[in-house]
């Protein structure tokens, strides 16, 4: 490592900047953001700021003259475009005054450089390369900046203003940094993460005694439960949120739609807990889940309920955190991308369509009772698409009573099983054809869509459909 990061403190002194142009321009913005003070020798004598913020530009101190003769009092640092001898000039003025200097794009001459940087207010984080290769440092930038909450720097500056306050009241080093671990990681930490900064600041008021919060064995105050949301399928349709939680658990309770690779995800010491039913075996029931749920948050673990699509559509996600709720248990859910619309974006169906279809119906038909249940009548606008989950088995009856309530038999339908999966599966046809459609599927889980903007989707196109519909189309008129 020849570059250490150190943090330069903007308010001790100016930035002397010399030069001009856009990567000079860069700086400036990035100067000004940063809150610096900036003494700018335009080498071209224009300082021409085009692209800046006027109120901020105004904050610039324009200098004039030979900057390798300017007197350099109050200059803590010296930045500096490369071109000609100004800069090796500047490089030696500012090595023979102790000062740090950037000659851009210039290494030889340069005692610190820019790193790329992540900030998030009170929370800054540096990358380099040494110079090496600017654009791997932006790669990894990017990396972090996917994985730090956004609310990381309110996190920060939330304990920065107590952290005083704090000191008196735990004297002990070791305890007062447990302490604010304890906030980091638990409820209060996660309050301030979701902007909910005064619910955080009451609970933090709420502890009487912050010694005995410190020093109580782990646990009690830090469980909770997140539902979260594991997508379709592919691994790569998480959301950063449910990434983070995931890497963030001491156990996770998955159901049997959850992949494998989903899993592999996950912090690699959580605990793993199937809970849904398994091929021949039942589930272990949805009261037993949310018993599982309880007892793991009480005894202080961070626990993930982790959910196939979107625990909120047809995921029993609502019971649970009413389970969670009475037993005074903290939770938070993190919403995931459900099959039906992995499905029509891996397939191309776009659900809804100019004038084509306006509307959309998720519904779940398990059985051919579930389906018998279901009032078809509403579901027979021709500018509605309807999307079937658990709706397999249940396809020649939904296919009756569609038909009965009125419903085109040439309505386009598609079935999509393992969307988003490596082994995905789609069909298209007909709703006249929908249980033979249905057979053609190798293994579940599949998923129904019936309405006419199916008639867009890729199987429909590959099966050549097109010309098929249109000739259902002339012979009907
Ligand atoms: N909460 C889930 C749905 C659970 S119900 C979600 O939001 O997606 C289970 C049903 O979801 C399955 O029977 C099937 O109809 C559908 N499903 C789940 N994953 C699927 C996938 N990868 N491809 C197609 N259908 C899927």
Known sequence: ??????????????????????????????????????????????????????????????????????????????????????????????????????????????????????????????????????VVARRVRERIEAVLPARIGDLASFIGRRRKAMHGRIPEFALRRRFWERIVDGPIGALVLAGRGDEAEAALKHIADPSAFAGAPAGRAEGRVT???????????????????????????????????????????????????????????????????????????????????????????????????????????????????????QSEVPLTFRNEALRITFLTAHKARDAETVDWSTLTDVKMTVVVYMGMTAAPSIRAGLLAAGRSPQTPVGVFARATRPDSQAVAGTLNELPALVQRIDSGPAILVIGDVVAHSTPWRDAGLDSLLSNFLVAAE
């Open 1 to 134: 490592m020849r570059f250490l990061p150190v943090f330069l403190d903007l308010q001790a002194g100016s930035i002397l900047l010399v030069g001009g142009g856009e990567l000079v321009r860069a700086k400036l913005r990035l100067l000004l953001s940063a809150g610096a003070h900036i003494r700018w020798h335009a080498t071209d004598g224009r300082h021409d700021v085009t692209g800046l913020d006027a109120v901020d530009a105004a904050r610039i101190e324009r200098a004039e003259g030979d900057p390798r003769t300017a007197d350099l009092s109050g200059v803590i640092a010296i930045l500096c475009a490369g071109a000609g001898d100004i800069g090796p000039a500047m490089s030696s003025r500012a090595k023979a005054l102790g000062l740090p200097v950037n000659v851009m794009d210039d290494l030889q001459h340069s005692t610190f450089i820019f790193p790329a940087i992540v900030d998030r207010g009170d929370v800054v984080v540096a990358v380099g390369t040494g110079g090496a290769s600017p």
């Open 227 to 345: 539902l979260v949301g594991a997508g379709p399928g592919d691994p790569d349709l998480l959301t950063v949120k449910a990434l983070r939680a995931l890497q963030d658990a001491d156990v996770i309770f998955y159901d049997e739609l959850v992949a494998p690779e989903i899993l592999d995800r996950a912090r690699r010491d959580a605990a793993r807990v199937p809970v849904g039913r398994r091929v021949g075996k039942p589930g272990i029931g949805q009261d037993a889940i949310n018993r599982l749920l309880i007892d793991a948050a009480k005894s202080g673990q961070r626990a993930v309920r982790l959910k196939g699509g979107d625990p909120f559509i047809f995921g029993r996600g609502g019971e649970e955190i009413e389970a969670l709720r009475k037993a005074d248990v903290a939770y938070s859910v993190i919403p995931g991308i459900t099959a039906g619309l992995g499905a029509a974006a």
